[in-house]
């Protein structure tokens, strides 16, 4: 069985997909302590390391983790979007863009059988391309073979839009990236959310975990239930003067800033304010509310029975938005371990 360290692990749900797909995760590794619990509570068969990548000796650890040099092993690092996004304006002051580079030499200094990097579009593209390449030719001299691309989670049954750079390497044969399994109908916020329990802002709901939303000030209750059912848009608004003034004096600014979610359509790409009403189109699609923290897991296709912990709605969602979809990483997972059996096809 391959043995994997999931790097920058955040809440799980890589380790949750790759544990899905047959593949045993001995490790999660990040800086946040904050999470341990959650990861910990989930993925019972994975131990959680808080620890700065910078700070690891990769030797070490795998002697620590009992992983042999006949073990075949597998590192994922899931690095920091928000270097490489086009939505952060301090992108050439941001250090976090060198930890690619320190999963690099942790690569170059005990090669693994395989590799799996998610990442946003950026890193591919103008705003990470060198940071990329010196990755790949990293990976290239010690054998690896790569299949790297832009993909979209809606293609691979998964109800949200989130496009993201992956990447799958292997110094075992070829390998491949999941090819798309949705063909004609993309699952959607309706197959996901709908079977929730009806719950008003700041309520909890006790039958399902973190069945919880935000509380809202009045002032964006005011805009919530202006905002028209199913998809609607702040634009929609008959009243602007309800509307927070900055949105007044640029209607076009931050267009989907309180907007509702379409139960026939897939979910626009969740991020770590995802159950934030102004901070994108996170309202429920007929609850004047939005999204509960259950609601953003599913979204994220975590299992219901998936708890996640933490002192703050803030502290949930940031866990919760910038996970990798579980439906995603376990097709991910398969690919790797394709790959390892020499089955892996275009």
Not at 38 to 50: G, H, L, Q, V
Request: net charge positive; charged share 25%; with cysteine.
């Amino acid at each position: 069985m391959i043995k994997a360290i999931d790097f920058f692990c955040g809440a799980g749900g890589l380790t949750r997909g790759l544990l899905d797909a047959g593949i045993s995760v001995v490790a999660g590794i990040d800086n946040d302590v904050r999470i341990r619990k959650t990861y910990e509570s989930n993925n019972r068969s994975s131990r959680f390391i808080a620890s700065d990548i910078r700070d690891v000796n990769i030797g070490v650890l795998r002697k620590e983790l009992d992983i042999s040099p006949r073990d075949p092993t597998l590192y994922a690092a899931c690095t920091p979007c928000q270097p490489f996004s086009t939505l952060n304006t301090m992108r050439a002051a941001d250090r976090r863009k060198s930890l690619l580079l320190d999963f690099a030499a942790l690569v170059d200094q005990a090669p693994p059988d395989f590799i799996i990097v998610e990442n946003v579009p950026g890193l591919g593209a103008s705003v990470g391309k060198e940071i990329y390449r010196e990755f790949e030719r990293t990976l290239k001299g010690h054998g690896f073979l790569l299949d790297a691309d832009m993909l979209d989670a809606k293609d691979f049954g998964v109800p949200q839009t989130r496009k993201r750079f992956l990447l799958v390497a292997s110094r075992h044969g070829c390998p491949y990236l999941p090819r798309p399994i949705t063909k004609e109908r993309f699952k959607t916020v309706g197959d996901a959310i709908r079977r929730f329990p009806a719950i008003a802002h700041g309520e909890r709901s006790h039958s399902h975990k973190n069945h919880v939303a935000r509380k809202l000030p009045p002032h964006h209750q005011r805009i919530v239930e202006a905002v028209p059912l199913d998809g609607g848009s702040r634009r929609d608004v008959a009243d602007t003067s309800i509307l927070l003034k900055c949105h007044q004096k640029n209607p076009k600014a931050h267009k989907d800033v309180f907007g509702r979610m379409a139960w026939d359509r897939p979910a626009p790409t969740l991020t770590c304010r995802c159950t934030d009403v102004y901070c994108g189109r996170f309202i429920h699609p007929e609850q004047h509310r939005g999204i509960s923290l259950r609601e953003a897991a599913a979204l994220q296709t975590f299992g219901d029975r998936y708890e996640f912990f933490g002192d703050s709605m803030l502290e949930l969602a940031r866990q919760i938005g910038n996970a990798v979809p579980v439906r995603l990483a376990k097709l991910l997972g398969a690919s790797v371990v394709q790959a390892q059996s020499g089955q892996s096809t275009p």
